[in-house]
């Protein structure tokens, strides 16, 4: 049987774009020999399984997207719109996957949000296990137009980096991302945790730098990720990404107080 709760299915265009984008640039996408991809709790219609797949194309012509929903209907609906490298099948988070195949990326977004804090981690150790060697699980939350998301790469050695994306000529102060934090994290913006932490410097290095919006939003927000590198926060990647209105850290930054992975 499938595992999981039917959700509320929201969806939309371009809802995942931003997810989309940082997945297309992931090592293990570009180095397997089996680049299959799984939309898990893709919602009330089809639309984001065939956007990611019009995406990662672009990188992996062989790409093949399965979506997968815990609602018979949905499933149902959306098969109506499969082509050539994407289809449709019902299952949850055991992601039943066929002729024993494995993924390499599980894109799970906006499903977790739904659980309780305490059923995340069981639900990434399920997913993970559906993963090829090196395969990574996308795991987050975004709002609903996709300009404020959040998410946290998983594999099997655990929780590897949190990023956050988001469109910065909307934003007042970057901690509007605590609205869609990751389940696992979203109860943590407390005082005394890392994730809270995080959030105060980004708001304070974003004020500091409020003087770079006359030149773009982009340049105050890679000045603001470079005061964060300058305060020693594990920061990846370099401007060609910060400009996107991306920030990658290593996962131990913001890693919840008590948190372990076995």
Request: with cysteine.
């Amino acid at each position: 049987m499938p595992i999981g709760s039917i959700t509320r299915g929201t969806t939309g265009t371009n809802r995942l774009r931003r997810i989309d984008r940082w997945i297309a640039t992931h090592q293990v996408l570009r180095r397997t020999t089996d680049p299959l991809v799984i939309d898990l709790g893709y919602g009330a219609s089809a639309t984001t399984s065939l956007e990611l797949h019009q995406r990662l194309a672009k990188v992996r012509p062989d790409v093949e997207v399965i979506g997968i929903e815990i609602d018979p209907a949905r499933v149902r609906l959306a098969s109506l719109s499969a082509k050539p490298g994407v289809s449709f099948r019902m299952g949850g988070f055991e992601v039943p996957l066929p002729d024993g195949r494995t993924a390499t990326v599980i894109r799970a977004l906006n499903v977790l949000r739904q659980y309780d804090e305490s059923q995340v981690l069981e639900n990434w150790h399920r997913m993970v296990a559906r993963l090829q060697p090196g395969g990574v699980l996308v795991e987050g939350t975004c709002n609903e137009v996709g300009r404020v998301c959040s998410w946290v790469d998983v594999t099997a050695g655990g929780p590897q980096s949190f990023t956050i994306s988001l469109r910065l000529a909307e934003i007042e102060k970057p901690s509007i991302v605590a609205e869609r934090l990751p389940k696992v994290l979203i109860h943590r913006n407390v005082h005394g945790e890392r994730i809270h932490a995080l959030l105060v410097d980004l708001d304070r290095h974003w004020q500091y730098n409020a003087g770079l919006a006359t030149y773009s939003p982009s340049q105050r927000w890679i000045a603001t990720v470079r005061g964060l590198v300058s305060d020693g926060w594990p920061v990846r990647g370099t401007a060609s990404r910060w400009k996107l209105g991306e920030l990658t850290l290593d996962w131990a930054a913001v890693e919840p107080l008590g948190f372990t992975w076995a």
